[in-house]
């Protein structure tokens, strides 16, 4: 990905919009998140109204002029849009031409038939590959509706805990939010830190899998101990496949999702293996593994892969597609506020001044920029807006740093802003309400499962550093 770098972004930026010392820039840092975090926790307000208070509270505080805060604010949510909308739009069309077509039901149903031979033994693994499968073009909270139903199907068939199954499946799903793009976390620490896209999504997968597997199958035996309930008696909504005259094959389906992996992670080995931006197969690469070129492909290949076999017309595509559109609106706004609260911290000069009082400190960047992503998530409870924040806080530390330890980074953050879901979390009560959990079996499961990803991710992300 040719990402925009933290000097082009503000480019109009060159010198600070205030003269704020250290400690009133510390101050205004403070105060604009307590703003943010009051919003959204207290009143309920929608995070993208918060990120808006909170950017212009931050640049009063720091006494910066209210005009130039609303410029910094209004171009960081542009460039941010600009880098990521499309994508966060393909990826969402991908995902509903996924789910509609049966090509969902189809990958489920034919792993749960291996799985089942086994005796039930490896049904957690089974779990935790359909989430990851599905995971990487849908939206988390998309992913939940969609696996629900086969979690608590798979756990009253087969008389299986809930969460020995439930377990992997929230594993799956949460890991590739956090660290695998195109979800739009990892897609805006990419563009703000100026991490190569192939290279941290190589990486993302080698942290993911050691991941997964700790917090999904491992972890589910400990929390089905600690919380041992039947799949509560709900209606379970009717797939798409049931009223389908076909649906696309296993393999069509795999391949298709897995298409815009293939081709950026091709890129990220062309570039690895030529290492010449101006020869011509290094080229070529640069457009075919472009995040826009792979994306926008598979979805061209979907509508015939997994659109013809289930039977869609021309209507039925553009129906799909348009309704695929409409429930990202509010995620492509939160997303643009947090560039623009993350532009207004930057062009305040509080990214200078984590860079000025890091100098003297002896933590790694690394784990300073995932525990600052654990104090955010831990106050806002969205994951995205860590992420983001975070982003924007660290971004100067990227300076210098090679392909490899900044893609880390963007790693770090994205293991950070997973750390630890709780009552403020949209996703716990997403959780709780379709478990049928009380909010202490909450805790004990999925917040236990979600610090489990955050700590080791950071762990194998500082070991990668070492090594690499």
């Known amino acids: 990905m040719t990402s925009l770098s933290v000097e082009t972004l503000a480019a109009d930026a060159v010198e600070p919009i205030t003269s704020a010392g250290h400690a009133q820039l510390g101050i205004a840092v403070l105060v604009g998140i307590a703003v943010i975090v009051l919003l959204i926790t207290k009143f309920k307000l929608h995070a993208f109204l918060a990120l808006t208070i909170g950017s212009l509270t931050l640049g009063a505080v720091a006494g910066a002029p209210l005009d130039k805060v609303i410029t910094s604010f209004s171009a960081g949510l542009g460039s941010t849009v600009a880098g990521v909308g499309v994508l966060i739009a393909l990826g969402a069309i991908l995902g509903k031409l996924l789910a509609d077509s049966g090509g969902a039901d189809q990958i489920v149903d034919t792993i749960l038939a291996k799985a089942g031979k086994s005796g039930g033994k490896a049904m957690p693994w089974a779990m935790v590959l359909i989430a990851s499968i599905i995971g990487l073009p849908l939206f988390f909270e998309v992913g939940i509706v969609l696996l629900i139903p086969v979690v608590l199907m798979v756990a009253k068939r087969g008389n299986y805990s809930l969460m020995r199954i439930g377990i992997p499946a929230l594993a799956g799903l949460s890991v590739m939010h956090g660290l695998i793009p195109p979800h ?277 992300v500082l070991l990668l550093s070492v090594l690499i």
């Not at 101006?278 to 826009?292: K, N």
């Open 184 to 460: 739009p976390g990892p897609l805006v620490a990419i563009d703000a830190v100026g991490a190569n896209l192939g290279i941290t999504l190589a990486l993302g997968v080698l942290v993911a899998i050691p991941t997964v597997i700790i917090a999904g199958p491992v972890f589910s035996k400990f929390a089905a101990k600690w919380v041992d309930v039947p799949a509560p008696e709900k209606m379970i909504p009717a797939r798409a496949s049931d009223e389908l005259k076909g649906r696309p094959s296993f393999g069509a389906s795999v391949a298709t999702i897995l298409l815009p992996v293939a081709m950026m992670l091709s890129k990220a080995l062309v570039d690895i293996i030529v290492d010449n931006p101006e020869h011509t197969v290094q080229r070529v690469f640069d457009v075919v593994g472009s995040p826009l070129i792979a994306l926008l492909a598979a979805v061209i290949v979907a509508m015939f892969t997994l659109g013809r076999p289930a039977g869609f017309t021309k209507g039925k595509l553009a129906s799909t597609t348009e309704k695929s559109l409409a429930p990202i609106a509010g995620v492509l706004l939160i997303v643009g506020a947090g560039g623009g609260f993350k532009q207004t911290l930057i062009d305040s000069g509080v990214g200078q001044m984590v860079l000025d009082i890091s100098k003297d400190w002896s933590i790694p960047t690394l784990l300073l920029a995932w525990l600052i992503a654990v104090v955010i998530r831990l106050a806002t409870g969205s994951a995205t807006v860590a992420t983001v924040s975070a982003a924007g806080l660290v971004a100067p530390l990227a300076a210098g740093m090679t392909d490899t330890h900044t893609a880390l980074l963007v790693l770090a953050i994205g293991a950070g802003s997973l750390f630890f879901s709780h009552v403020n979390d949209a996703g716990f009560w997403l959780v709780k309400e379709y478990f049928g959990l009380s909010v202490g079996q909450t805790v004990k499961t999925w917040s236990v499962m979600e610090t489990i990803i955050s700590v080791v991710a950071g762990g194998l």
